[in-house]
């Protein structure tokens, strides 16, 4: 039976019951078929970033993990530089010797390191079979109150001659017999073929201990440090910790000579690492005691200059494998 309703103008209209049916079967269709629709897109959206997020932290993990092995590498350098150092400042008077306690300090240090890196769930190792060290001579003076000058006495003289390695070049003066401006100061000269720069440590206007590169006597900032002594670090181009563009140390292949002037005119004390064996002739051994005099004159003694070593760093996921060559203080 059909169902008559009058249109608002007055004219009729007939629906059928089943055309009415079918009306609202379509739009039940409609609206299932946009939810259908709307659940899609939804999905897709969480699958996507999903994907995003997955591959963002994936990225991110490898970035932590390559700094992981780059920061390892720097702390293992800074570590075996640390065991050559102190092994160094002993004095031995046997190349094999200072070999053999490096050689097992390294070994100490790389067990250490290796089981806190297995805590960690990596495996950090420096590969012992790889280790080569390099002979050198540490040149030192450790009696804080004495005048820098030779073993025999002499206040100008040459330390080393003709050597182009040198590092941890340091000096820890007193400014109590400094003198007052560079005229007439304690002064290390470099002096090659081509070039001589010269260093001198006084103590300026304002009695801080200076160092100043000329004689005009105005060292700029950062080479002046307050107190009664200071540190000078001439390869590392500081003072008192401060970077110091006074101390322009020479880099890289070219020769050059090392002397004290004026070496009545500070004290303290020094120490310095030459890329040569005491056997030498270019370094002065003539000029200090043998490593086993006492602590009242400079001395010399057998000395690592540098160590190189192979590396391995690896986890779940990477491998990392580099040669690493250790040689602190030395100029870049």
Known sequence: MADVSPEPDGRERWTSRDDEGRNRDRGQLILVTGLAVAVTLVALVLLLNTVIYTQNLATRGTGVEHGEAVAF?????????????????????????????VTAGVKRYDNLSTRYSAERGTIADVEEDSLALSEG???????????FT?????????????????????ATVSGEDLSDGPGGAFTVRLVSESDTREFYVYNDSEDAIAVSNDLVGSPPDGCTASGPEATI?????????????????PAGSDEYNVTFDNGTAVTGIYELTVGLPPGDSKVKTGQFDGPAADDSTPRWGHAVYDAAFDLH???ATMEFHTRVRVAPGEPE
């Open 150 to 170: 030779s073993a025999g006495g002499d206040a100008d003289w040459l330390l080393i001659e003709n050597v182009s390695s040198v590092r941890r070049f340091r």
């Open 313 to 315: 760093f690896e986890t």
């Open 73 to 101: 590498r720097g702390e293992t350098a800074s570590g075996v530089g640390a065991v050559v150092d102190a092994e160094n400042r002993a004095g031995y008077d046997d190349w094999e010797a200072v070999q053999e306690n």
């Open 233 to 249: 670090d001439l390869t590392a181009g500081t003072v008192g910790g401060t970077d110091c563009p006074e101390l322009d140390y």
């Open 137 to 147: 001579t540490i040149l030192s003076q450790t009696d804080d109150s004495r005048y």
